[in-house]
């Protein structure tokens, strides 16, 4: 009655082999993916549309088999690692180029390259290591015992500060006037 490709152990056979071959695929996309143009990263994973729509593809491939969803997502992700990769270089570039008042800024890794000579022959002295001299952070044996003195009362110090009754403003700036302080 059915035809010979609707029986069911031929379908997952055949299921099987495409299973096999999208794994195999992905698996290829992962291995490769640095050798991938940019402009087929940046439309793959560099925009909302099709990030969405790979998530999508993601979650139907997650209900027909898990293997398979893990597998896309290990290529997919690898495609978006490489894309966050190559704009990092890209901004990294053009931070090279950047200048302050027309004067070429340059990166921390010239910094451990020597100056050039500003003369013909010139000589510099080597780098002076300083002495090796060790402390050990530990009290001396000067001054040391083991014998602790109360503290008595007369650490205590605080007491009141006087202050003077101000009956208002006024009258203050009166007295600073009649003083001379404020002309």
Request: net charge negative; glycine share 6%.
């Amino acid at each position: 009655m059915f035809p010979q490709f609707f029986r069911g152990s031929d379908i997952r056979a055949k299921m099987k082999q495409h299973i096999l071959g999208a794994i195999v695929f992905c698996l290829i996309v992962f291995v490769i993916t640095p050798w991938v143009p940019t402009s087929l990263v940046n439309l793959l994973v560099g925009n909302y549309v099709t990030v969405f729509i790979i998530l999508a593809v993601n979650l139907y491939l997650l209900r027909v088999n898990a293997i398979l969803s893990i597998a896309f997502f290990l290529a997919v992700g690898s495609l978006f690692l490489e894309n966050r990769k190559r704009k990092l270089a890209m901004i990294e570039t053009t931070q090279l180029k950047v200048s302050i008042d027309g004067t070429t800024v340059a990166p921390v890794s010239v910094l451990s390259t020597p100056a050039e000579d500003l003369i013909d022959g010139e000589v510099h002295p080597e780098h002076e290591t300083p002495s090796t001299e060790e402390h050990g952070f530990e009290p001396t044996s000067e001054g040391q015992t083991n014998e602790f003195d109360k503290v008595g009362h007369s650490i205590d110090e605080k007491h009141v500060i006087p202050t003077e009754e101000v009956t208002s403003a006024s009258s203050e700036a009166d007295k600073f006037i009649k003083g001379g302080l404020v002309v």
